[in-house]
């Protein structure tokens, strides 16, 4: 992010002056309230040391702001992540803060190493893993700001306890069916429990049963007790916590009892001293009891106020996507793509993959907008308008011929002194960046040229090979000239095809002394100008070309399979320029579009391989 002005158009002294529209995100107005209010300036949390990473009682934390990303590690991230990332590491960067990355791992069943690991990895890539910042209890001390919600059950345990001694909770010993049909729903007001009125002593020592293991799983729950007639059905005394023998990946066998998400989260955020808990509209119905759970704990003494305030963005959508971890996961596991980091997920392991780079997912996230109101859906094509506007500047530009047929200039050895001699060509590494260097390649008597750049009969405007011919009206048109990029003018003589009428070669001549950058260069006048590369120096690559793993612009409603786009990738035998195999990531194979060599799949083949990353426009569009 840019300067906070700039982006909300605030400039204030000049109203009218023309400051480019920029996307909206409303939370820069709610920060920069609280920076100037000095809302957490003189903030001091009660509980005692070790409960939280900064949980020392009555140490003040200074006006800084603490914004936290909290994936559950039950699968890969995917782009919507991508946006709760920029957006919380980001709006700490900007305002001095600092960002938690929370693992919240309080779910022992679904939670995999793999995902932890593959989480780290992905917020590493997109820039954030070096954010190291001042330890707000051991002032000078730097540190990484990454932290598991299973290493606060301690304190959760402690908070249900204080909420069943204060009158807030109660075991609930109902079937889960009676509970289902307890508790009402839109219309209908819910029941109260048989159990709801059993006094703080009968709960106290029914819930230690819970952790001690003396229940059966699922014969018993804790319940807040807040009112079962509340218009907002999360407040019909929601479920804190759950019995159920499942070894956890990190605290093992050691509890039989797990909180659930929306009692854990509230804490999970007071104990890092979050100010601006960060999250996607679903979850703005669970606001009043993320407050009323705050305020209980700071009544009891556990919390000191204020606690951290929970605000509500739109999720990312974005056409031809699906951000859902589980639908993801199905498309992994029944095989329809080739593993969560496929080039063609929208997983941020297979952007990568693909070529997207983290600036250009940050530029894509800034521009699609920060607000309060759901149900919009971001064009795909906006996600390869970043990529083009990121990389368009700075990427290494090279030749490659992705349908490849032989060109054979015929008067090749009789002008050069022998068919097997070899002409040297250079060209800009950028066209516009000469300090970014040349790039040098051969040319001689035969280079592969696009299948595509030859007609025995040109189309109207087609400006590229094409050989002398009689046109409809009698008239004989010359046979075309064009320019090999960066090398010389040669003139079409004819083609041959197969007994299939499959083109196999194409003749020409070559314009004596017409070659790019000597003097004669402009002598010859050409229309066309066509990409190519010489069949002494160019590399075998492939190439895969992908288009939109979805069909439907807006999956996920039907039947995902239907929804698929069965060619989502199509590969094809290239020929590339030698300099593009030490590119890397994004370079820009002209004419083409944005391209990233993709190390896994080349290991894997023994061949050099090419993701396209986007074309040179939007091609979805026709
Ligand atoms: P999924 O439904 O794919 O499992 P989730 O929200 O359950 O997603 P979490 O691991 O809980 O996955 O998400 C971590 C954070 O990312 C949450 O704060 C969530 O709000 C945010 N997030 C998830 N999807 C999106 C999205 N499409 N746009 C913006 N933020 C998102
Ligand atoms: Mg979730």
Redesign the pocket.
């Known amino acids: 992010m840019t300067s906070p002005n700039a982006k909300t158009g605030g400039n204030k002294e000049h109203p009218e002056a023309a400051t480019p529209a920029a996307p909206s995100n409303f939370l820069r107005h709610v920060i920069e309230h609280d920076i100037a209010e000095g809302t957490y300036a003189t903030r001091r949390w009660g509980g005692s040391p070790g409960d939280g990473p900064h949980h020392q009682a009555g140490m003040p934390d200074p006006a800084r702001i603490r914004t936290r990303?909290?994936?559950?590690p039950n699968?890969y991230l995917?782009i919507?992540?991508a946006?709760?990332i920029w957006l919380n590491f980001e709006l700490a960067k900007e305002y001095g803060g600092v960002c938690h990355l929370r693992f919240?791992d309080t779910n022992p069943e679904k939670e995999e190493q793999e995902y932890v690991d593959a989480i780290r990895e992905a917020i590493a890539w997109m820039g954030y893993e070096t954010l190291l910042a001042d330890d707000p209890v051991h002032r000078g001390t730097m540190r990484e700001h990454e932290y598991f919600a299973s290493n606060y059950f301690d304190f959760m345990y402690r908070a249900a306890e204080y909420l069943v001694t204060a009158g807030h909770a109660y075991v609930d010993e109902q079937t889960p069916e009676e509970m289902r049909a307890n508790r009402g729903d839109f219309g209908k007001p819910g029941i109260d429990s048989p159990y709801r009125s059993r006094t703080p002593e009968e709960n106290l020592a029914r819930l230690r049963q819970m952790k001690n293991g003396e229940l059966p799983d699922g014969a018993a729950v804790l319940r807040a007790k807040i009112d079962m007639a509340s218009p907002n059905i999360n407040l019909r005394d929601p479920t804190l916590y759950r019995i159920r023998r499942a070894t956890h990946h990190n605290t093992g066998d050691r509890w039989c009892i797990y909180p659930m998400y929306t009692f854990a989260h509230p804490i999970e955020d007071a104990l890092e001293q979050i100010t601006h808990s960060i999250?996607?509209l679903e979850f703005e119905d669970q606001r009043p009891f993320y407050d009323w759970l705050m305020d209980r704990l700071c009544e009891g003494g556990l919390l000191v106020a204020p606690p951290p305030h929970q605000y509500e963005f739109a999720?990312?959508n974005v056409t031809h996507v699906i951000?859902?971890?589980?639908k993801l996961r199905q498309l992994v596991e029944e095989g329809h793509v080739d593993g969560w980091d496929d080039p063609r997920m929208p997983t941020l392991a297979g952007l990568r993959r693909r070529g997207y780079t983290p600036e250009a997912l940050k530029l894509f996230c800034e521009r699609s907008g920060t607000t309060k109101t759901g149900g919009a859906w971001t064009e795909y094509a906006a996600l390869e308008a970043a990529l083009r506007d990121t990389l368009d500047p700075v990427a290494p530009r090279a030749m490659a011929v992705l349908d490849p047929v032989k060109l054979v200039i015929t008067n090749w050895g009789e002008l050069m002194g022998g068919d097997d001699v070899l002409d040297d060509c250079t060209a800009p590494v950028h066209p516009h960046h000469p300090e970014m260097g040349e790039r040098h390649f051969k040319i001689g008597r035969e280079v592969w040229i696009e299948r595509t750049d030859y007609e025995d009969v040109p189309p109207k405007g087609f400006n590229r090979l094409f050989p002398a011919y009689t046109n409809a009206s009698g008239q004989a048109i010359a046979a075309s000239k064009v320019r090999l990029k960066y090398g010389h003018i040669v003139e079409c003589v004819g083609a041959t095809r197969d007994s299939d009428g499959k083109l196999v070669e194409v003749q020409a001549k070559l314009v004596p002394d017409t070659k790019s950058g000597t003097p004669g260069a402009d002598a010859v006048k050409v229309k066309g100008n066509i990409t190519w590369v010489a069949v002494a120096d160019a590399v075998p690559a492939e190439v895969r070309l992908y288009e939109r793993l979805f069909a439907a612009a807006q999956p996920g409603s039907g039947e995902l399979l239907e929804e698929l786009n069965s060619k989502s990738l199509e590969t094809c035998a290239a020929y590339v320029e030698p300099s593009s195999t030490y590119c890397g990531t994004g370079l820009q194979f002209e004419r083409h579009g944005y391209f990233a060599v993709d190390k896994k799949a080349a290991d894997a083949c023994g061949r050099c391989v090419f993701n396209r990353t986007a074309g040179m426009r939007d091609g979805w569009a026709k």
Do not use: A, V
Not at 323 to 326: G, Q, V, Y
């Open positions: 990303f909290p994936p559950e699968g995917h919507g992540h946006k709760s919240d999250c996607t999720r990312l951000t859902s971890k589980r």
